[in-house]
């Protein structure tokens, strides 16, 4: 079945590390995107990625990194420079074109320990 | 700025009632308007997706509305199931040229439907 697979469905970070969260999608998409969801509050966009090997910030990258090597592939690390990594995180994918819907993962949910 | 309202926040029903709820929206210039339903803990999922020139779309029990003129969508949830505990989000997307994700999402309404 083709779908978007997120891992590890929870992780914990100790203060001062960093740590990676996996994206893996089989749907042949060229886009992918970074989400972070906080109770009471809408999806937030990390980074996005339009095609391999590029990347954009979107509305709050501080504290967080990515690569784009394979288009199956978009990695974020939550860095030790992000202050409040405590939330829920989701990754997405879309083809071309803008009337397509996007196809979540079904997230990971990062504690600070 | 480009903004979603849902509403009610949450919303609580019997099972076999209808329901409907509320989007306002902002955006400019408009796209389309998608819907989602998001379980506890799980990623979301397309339930619609309605461009400027439609005012309705079905899926099951679901039925999305849409105003552009008034930039307001509802959706309408039939014969409530207990598997219809969700949050339902509402995300519009902007016209970006090829951009950035151009998507404003809304914080959605939390259903939960009682037995």
């Known amino acids: 079945d083709g779908g978007i697979t997120q891992s590890p469905k929870y992780l914990f970070r100790k203060e001062g590390q960093n740590v990676t969260l996996s994206c893996e999608q089989n749907l042949n998409h060229d886009a992918m995107y970074w989400y972070r969801q906080d109770p009471g509050q809408g999806l937030r966009l990390i980074y996005y990625?339009?095609?391999?090997?590029?990347?954009q910030k979107g509305d709050i990258a501080e504290g967080y990194s990515v690569s784009r090597e394979k288009k199956e592939s978009f990695p974020l690390t939550v860095t030790s420079a992000q202050k409040n990594p405590t939330a829920f995180y989701l990754c997405?994918?879309?083809?071309?074109?803008?009337?397509?819907?996007?196809?979540f993962g079904s997230g990971t949910r990062l504690t600070v320990v | 700025k480009n903004q979603v309202e849902q509403s009610p926040q949450s919303l609580i029903i019997l099972e076999g009632k209808n329901c409907t709820l509320q989007?306002?929206?902002?955006?400019?210039?408009?796209?389309?308007l998608r819907w989602y339903k998001q379980d506890t803990g799980r990623g979301p999922v397309s339930l619609t997706i309605?461009?400027?020139?439609?005012n309705t779309k079905s899926n099951g029990r679901y039925t999305a509305t849409l105003d552009a003129d008034t930039k307001q969508s509802s959706l309408h949830i039939t014969a409530s199931q207990l598997s219809d505990s969700a949050s339902y989000i509402c995300v519009v997307s902007e016209e970006t040229g090829g951009g950035a994700d151009g998507l404003t999402f809304g914080k959605g309404t939390h259903l939960i439907i009682q037995p």
């Open positions: 997405a994918s879309s083809p071309p074109g803008g009337l397509s819907g996007y196809t």
């Open positions: 309605m461009t400027f020139s439609e």
């Open positions: 989007c306002n929206y902002t955006v400019s210039p408009f796209s389309n």
């Open positions: 990625s339009q095609i391999v090997n590029d990347f």
